[in-house]
């Protein structure tokens, strides 16, 4: 069975400084892997995605994820954290067929001005 | 704009009763899902649709029931036998081409029982 493991309900930040959200999964084939993001009482939208193009996936608003399968890890990161990057964010894992995505339990980034 | 909708954005319930949740997409979509979300959870796996007329239970699936009539509807009914089921729901939808299958996210509806 595929997995997603979030490390950190919770993460802070100050304004400017680096974003690190930590994501590992299990996995016993090549996995598809994303990052979504939620803002409070709205739907979840699609950060990025890993489909085996890149290690280096880059995705919207400055954001961007490496894939290392040696460490079974999907970090997402961001080289400077803005206000409006205070939000939820979830790491899932298609697990087989296209219905199958298992989503981590979040991490909720607070930026410290 | 394509996109997911999901109506009401904020739903009342008293114990006992059913109420449905509705989900419209106009992205063309073949498959949609309805979740669940609780704080401190992630999202679990309600039911999910691949064609008309046909759908799967997921993950938690007891309490619930779900139609496809229409490839772009995919009410969810919350019914009586749902024992706990204030919760933040959220619709997606997906396309079944497994490079392209991200899922696309409605803005939810928070459901509360009185």
């Known amino acids: 069975a595929q997995s997603v493991t979030q490390l950190g309900s919770h993460?802070?930040?100050?304004?400017?400084?680096?974003?690190?959200?930590?994501c590992n999964y299990s996995s016993s084939v090549p996995p598809y892997l994303f990052w979504y993001v939620q803002y409070p009482n709205q739907g979840l939208q699609l950060l990025l995605k890993y489909t085996s193009a890149a290690t280096l996936v880059k995705g919207i608003n400055g954001f961007e994820a490496e894939f290392?399968?040696?460490?079974?890890?999907?970090?997402?990161?961001?080289?400077?954290?803005?206000?409006?990057?205070?939000?939820?964010?979830?790491?899932?894992?298609?697990?087989?067929?296209?219905?199958?995505?298992?989503?981590?339990?979040?991490?909720?980034?607070?930026?410290?001005? | 704009d394509g996109g997911i909708t999901q109506s009401p954005k904020y739903l009342f319930r008293k114990e006992g009763?059913?109420?449905?949740?509705?989900?419209?997409?106009?992205?063309?979509?073949?498959?949609?899902?309805?979740y669940r979300q609780d704080p401190g959870q992630g999202l679990r796996l309600i039911y999910y649709s691949q064609i008309v007329n046909d759908f799967q239970k997921g993950d938690i699936a007891e309490?619930?029931?779900?139609?496809?009539?229409?490839k772009e509807s995919f009410p969810l009914?919350?019914?009586?036998?749902?024992?706990?089921?204030?919760?933040?729901?959220?619709?997606?939808?997906?396309?079944?081409?497994?490079?392209?299958?991200?899922q696309f996210f409605g803005p939810g509806t928070r459901l509360t029982v009185l």
Not at chain 1, 11 to 22: I, P
Not at chain 2, 17 to 34: I, R
Request: aromatic fraction near 10%.
């Open chain 1, 11 to 22: 993460v802070s930040v100050s304004e400017g400084a680096l974003v690190l959200l930590r």
């Open chain 1, 68 to 113: 290392k399968k040696s460490e079974t890890s999907f970090h997402l990161t961001k080289p400077s954290a803005h206000m409006s990057d205070a939000a939820e964010y979830f790491c899932a894992v298609r697990r087989g067929g296209y219905q199958k995505v298992t989503f981590g339990t979040g991490t909720k980034l607070q930026v410290i001005p």
């Open chain 2, 17 to 34: 009763q059913n109420v449905t949740l509705s989900c419209e997409q106009n992205l063309n979509h073949d498959a949609m899902y309805w």
């Open chain 2, 63 to 70: 309490g619930y029931s779900v139609s496809r009539e229409k």
């Open chain 2, 77 to 102: 009914t919350v019914t009586s036998a749902q024992k706990n089921p204030t919760a933040f729901y959220l619709c997606a939808s997906s396309t079944l081409d497994s490079s392209q299958n991200e």
